[in-house]
């Protein structure tokens, strides 16, 4: 129980910080009528660690689903496998979605 709590506070603070950096509570656009001019730089794109970071999850996710059916197979008993499964899916849905909106604000 104390797990999932934890867990659920750090998707909070991972989610806010995927927010912060997002830019989506950024200025309005209307603001533009003014005659001002934006120096419309293009962003950053993936740097490599994303990427291997990316990469590493791909693995993982191999072996949960090996655990997973494990414990399928032994009359699932067990509870932590489906915390595995739940933690490391989540996690890669996390990151995933960070390096599409890297590689799309590239």
Do not use: N
């Not at 806010?16 to 730089?41: A, M, P, Q």
């Not at 699932?76 to 890297?102: F, N």
């Amino acid at each position: 129980m104390v797990g999932r709590i934890i867990l659920g506070l750090a998707l909070v603070v991972a989610s806010r910080y995927l927010l912060r950096i997002s830019l989506v509570h950024g200025r309005s656009y209307l603001s533009e009528t003014s005659g001002r001019r934006r120096d419309f730089k293009r962003a950053e794109g993936p740097k490599p660690l994303l990427w291997i970071i990316c990469l590493a999850f791909v693995p993982l996710l191999g072996i949960q689903f090996f655990l997973m059916h494990i414990d399928a197979v032994h009359a699932g008993h067990k509870a932590w496998p489906v915390d595995i499964v739940a933690g490391v899916g989540l996690t890669c849905c996390i990151v995933w979605v960070y390096l599409v909106a890297k590689i799309l604000r590239h």
